[in-house]
T-cell receptor, first 115, second 113 residues
Framework: LAKTTQPISMDSYEGQEVNITCSHN???????ITWYQQFPSQGPRFIIQ???TKVTNEVASLFIPADRKSSTLSLPRVSLSDTAVYYC????????????????FGTGTRLLVSP | GAVVSQHPSRVICKSGTSVKIECRSL??????MFWYRQFPKQSLMLMAT?????????EQGVEKDKFLINHASLTLSTLTVTSAHPEDSSFYIC?????????FGPGTRLTVL
C-alpha cells in the first residue's frame, strides 16, 4: 500500500483558502486518492476522491498532477467548523469496483481555523 | 448516502470482562467491513478486515484471540474485545465499502476500568 506524507498541522483564518498537500510517491497505477475529514470522537467523513487532474465537488477541490505522486486538497473559504483532521489515503479498488481494499491511514493534517 | 451505524456509542466495563461492538450497514449490503482503533491524538489503525461468511483477516500485531470478529450477515459485523484491560481503552471505528467510497461508522468509545 502506498504510504502518504502530510504536514502534521496547519493554521488558517476564516474566509481563507486552505491547501493541504499529500505526497504518495509509491502510488500504484490502479490506486485512487481519497481525502477524509474527522472531527473529535467521530468517524471519518468522505470529502473527495480522484484519480488524476482535477476533481471538484460542493465542498472541496482535489488537484492531482500528471505523475500522481502528490495531491492537493483545496478548501475554499474555510470556516471555524472546518477545524478537523484531514487524511489523505491512496487505495486500490477491489476487482469488482464495489469498494476499496483495505485503506491505511497516515498521520493526517490537523487544521485549525481561527476567527 | 450510505449509513454505517455502531452500537454502543460508549461502553465502560471492568477489567477482565468482554465487550461486543456491533457495526451495521443500514441501507446497503457490505461483503467486507473494516475495523479500526484510534488512540487519542493519533491516526486510525487498521485492525482487521471482516469478510461475510469467512474468517477475518487481521493486521500484523493484532491478536485474533483477543479481538474476535464475526461477520454473520451482509449488514452486520461484530467485534468482541475479550478479557478487556485498561490498555484496550480506545475509540473503535468500523467501515464498509459501497461503490467507490468507504463509509465509516460513528465510532465506539471503550473505557476499561
Amino acid at each position: 500500500l502506498a504510504k502518504t506524507t502530510q504536514p502534521i498541522s496547519m493554521d488558517s483564518y476564516e474566509g481563507q483558502e486552505v491547501n493541504i498537500t499529500c505526497s504518495h510517491n509509491n502510488i500504484a497505477t490502479n490506486d485512487y486518492i481519497t481525502w477524509y475529514q474527522q472531527f473529535p470522537s467521530q468517524g471519518p467523513r468522505f470529502i473527495i476522491q480522484g484519480y488524476k487532474t482535477k476533481v471538484t465537488n460542493e465542498v472541496a477541490s482535489l488537484f492531482i498532477p500528471a505523475d500522481r505522486k502528490s495531491s492537493t486538497l483545496s478548501l475554499p473559504r474555510v470556516s471555524l467548523s472546518d477545524t478537523a483532521v484531514y487524511y489523505c489515503l491512496v487505495g486500490l479498488r477491489n476487482a469488482m469496483n464495489t469498494g476499496f481494499q483495505k485503506l491505511v491511514f497516515g498521520t493526517g493534517t490537523r487544521l485549525l481555523v481561527s476567527p | 448516502g450510505a449509513v454505517v451505524s455502531q452500537h454502543p456509542s460508549r461502553v465502560i466495563c471492568k477489567s477482565g470482562t468482554s465487550v461486543k461492538i456491533e457495526c451495521r450497514s443500514l441501507d446497503f449490503q457490505a461483503t467486507t467491513m473494516f475495523w479500526y482503533r484510534q488512540f487519542p491524538k493519533q491516526s486510525l489503525m487498521l485492525m482487521a478486515t471482516s469478510n461475510e461468511g469467512s474468517k477475518a483477516t487481521y493486521e500484523q500485531g493484532v491478536e485474533k484471540d483477543k479481538f474476535l470478529i464475526n461477520h454473520a450477515s451482509l449488514t452486520l459485523s461484530t467485534l468482541t474485545v475479550t478479557s478487556a484491560h485498561p490498555e484496550d481503552s480506545s475509540f473503535y471505528i468500523c467501515s464498509a465499502s459501497l461503490y467507490n467510497e468507504q463509509f465509516f461508522g460513528p465510532g465506539t468509545r471503550l473505557t476499561v476500568l
